[in-house]
């Protein structure tokens, strides 16, 4: 059984929301501004989650390019005007983040995401007020990767590492969470592979709302309370791990 965690972390992308058209198409846009325009059999795939500057590399060193800088200019230009609105929860994750907020349990986002974008999207998406806080990259790249950004974390909020979990969808996640001596826990309804979580040794992979719900810590109980949440919320929301 997993212990009781009383500080839960998040990732945003691909963990609580699909901003997947809305993150792709800034890159895209980026390219062409730059006098690229990448075919229909380009990867895109990969692009979700990793530090900006580090996509931005590989992209561009697809076609020669180094003007890296421009590139990320570019990208956050189109994503603060069109992106940030390309998004939307992933279905049960509303309902899971309001019975762990009504616990009492303290909700954290760890974003390579700027952290003021990061914002607006909880924000828009309506759940900015359930988060005892929202870290993510400085303007100028700083906390990037995800490892620095949850040991910034950890010691701005004076967190044990024993009550304290990570939550996400990328391999990152995980490594990050196990350098700071965290549990990561990994979820396949994102943008990572359950081989790419895999290889990483998460503590636990889950592929549903329901089933993260679960091993939070509620031990025996959470059947009851995840039954609450179906009553509270839509029947199907977590019938897949009930």
Known sequence: MMPYFENIIFDLD??????????????????????????????FSHVIGPPVREVMEG????????????????HWAHYENVGIVQNALYHGIKA????LSSQGRRLYIATAKRQSLAAHVLKNLDILDRFAGVYGSG?????????????????????????????????????????NKICGIGVTWGY????????????????SPAAL???????????????????????DEFSQAL
């Open 213 to 235: 719900y679960r091993i939070l810590g509620t031990g025996s109980s959470s059947r009851t309370l995840a039954g609450k949440i179906i009553a509270a919320a839509t029947r």
């Open 139 to 179: 303007d100028d790249g700083s906390l990037e990767h995800k490892s620095d950004l949850i040991a910034h974390l950890l010691h701005v909020e004076s967190l044990e590492s024993e009550t304290t979990v990570m939550i996400g969808d990328r391999s990152h996640d995980i490594v990050g969470a196990h350098a």
């Open 14 to 43: 691909g963990t609580l929301s699909d901003s997947r058209s809305g993150i792709i198409n800034s890159y895209v846009e980026a390219l062409k501004t730059l006098g690229h325009t990448p075919d229909a059999s380009f990867d």
């Open 192 to 207: 990572g592979s359950a081989d790419e979580l895999r290889c990483a040794n998460p503590d636990h992979i889950v592929s």
């Open 59 to 74: 992209l561009l060193g697809h076609f020669g390019d180094t003007r890296i800088s421009e590139g990320i200019a570019a």
């Open 96 to 99: 899971m983040i309001d019975a």
